[in-house]
């Protein structure tokens, strides 16, 4: 069983910043994919970004250039750096981490931490 904890959600005014840390625990042989992900009121839970175990990164169109997502192996932790916050960012952001562990594959999700941000 992998737990993963989410922290640095909060209430930021339009253009501010924010970072999001994850850490994964239990036992984990390698974790081969991070992600980040948010769902805002009304809508479906969509892709923020990604990272692979070899540091390759993909972004959702609207972050692009203002978000970066970065991951240490050896604390299994992730992390996502949000600039310039725009109103529309305003959603619960969830860890997700898919990997391997004792228990064989393991895809597992943080519960959530809420981003607000005011216009």
């Known amino acids: 069983q992998v737990q993963l904890v989410e922290s640095g959600g909060g209430l930021v005014e339009a253009g501010g910043s924010l970072t999001l840390s994850c850490a994964a625990s239990g036992s984990i042989f390698g974790i081969n994919l991070w992600g980040w992900y948010r769902q805002a009121p009304g809508k479906t839970r969509e892709l923020v970004a990604t990272i692979t175990s070899s540091g390759t990164t993909n972004y959702a169109d609207s972050v692009k250039g203002r978000f970066t997502i970065s991951r240490e192996f050896v604390k299994n932790t992730q992390s996502l750096l949000m600039n310039s916050l725009k109103p529309t960012d305003t959603a619960v952001y969830y860890c997700?981490?898919?990997?391997?562990?004792?228990?064989?594959?393991?895809?597992?999700w943080g519960q959530g931490t809420q981003v607000t941000v005011s216009s």
């Open positions: 997700n981490a898919r990997g391997v562990g004792s228990s064989g594959f393991f895809d597992s």
